[in-house]
T-cell receptor, first 115, second 111 residues
Framework: GAGVSQSPSNKVTEKGKDVELRCDPISGHTALYWYRQRLGQGLEFLIYFQGNSAPDKSGLPSDRFSAERTGESVSTLTIQRTQQEDSAVYLC?????????????FGPGTRLLVL | KQEVTQIPAALSVPEGENLVLNCSFTDSAIYNLQWFRQDPGKGLTSLLLIQSSQREQTSGRLNASLDKSSGRSTLYIAASQPGDSATYLCAVFSGTYKYIFGTGTRLKVLA
């Protein structure tokens, strides 16, 4: 079946612009995660959605970052007034069952470059 | 605060060698630990998932061990091949519903 997909695959934007990144999880996966990976660094947790529960937003670096998820399907990560330090690969992952018990499946990521 | 460290940061070996990648974590109260592979320009692929109650998991030429009390995990790769060249990441899940990732080991297997 289809894996996790993300769009766009690459995004170049100017400082100060807003960007919206999209993640389509595997069908039936109730858990969805967003991560950020800066060049040469590890993955940094941003936000976690589990079913209809309130999301865990504790990893969002500033109030310029927000994310939404419609039910157990598509999620969008929005970055407002982008800064150069936002340049990174944004990765989405989904999993089924209890968080922490199941394997995470990752999308290919969106490479964001803020000029 | 959970911190995950991977050593070495980079490793280059000739084809056919057996090798060990190390992962250490500061808080032993984890639910599970996962090893991932990341190829350049691509997302992560899960290799092995070890639950906190398990000591090891095996998949083909890969074997991962977990010692919770000492805060360590190792990924053993037998008979390495050039196709194994990638960055290997470990991640621990220690509650609050998020994984904490190490910075990875960049492996290059020379033909």
């Amino acid at each position: 079946g289809a894996g996790v997909s993300q769009s766009p695959s690459n995004k170049v934007t100017e400082k100060g612009k807003d960007v919206e990144l999209r993640c389509d999880p595997i069908s039936g996966h109730t858990a969805l995660y967003w991560y950020r990976q800066r060049l040469g660094q590890g993955l940094e947790f941003l936000i976690y959605f589990q079913g209809n529960s309130a999301p865990d937003k504790s990893g969002l670096p500033s109030d310029r970052f927000s994310a939404e998820r419609t039910g157990e399907s598509v999620s969008t990560l929005t970055i407002q007034r982008t800064q150069q330090e936002d340049s990174a690969v944004y990765l989405c992952a989904s999993s089924t069952g209890l968080a922490g018990k199941e394997t995470q499946y990752f999308g290919p990521g969106t490479r964001l470059l803020v000029l | 605060k959970q911190e995950v460290t991977q050593i070495p940061a980079a490793l280059s070996v000739p084809e056919g060698e057996n090798l060990v990648l190390n992962c250490s974590f500061t808080d032993s109260a984890i639910y599970n630990l996962q090893w991932f592979r990341q190829d350049p320009g691509k997302g992560l692929t899960s290799l092995l998932l070890i639950q906190s109650s398990q000591r090891e998991q095996t998949s083909g030429r890969l074997n991962a061990s977990l010692d919770k009390s000492s805060g360590r995990s190792t990924l053993y790769i037998a008979a390495s091949q050039p196709g194994d060249s990638a960055t290997y990441l470990c991640a621990v899940f220690s509650g609050t519903y998020k994984y904490i990732f190490g910075t990875g080991t960049r492996l290059k297997v020379l033909a």
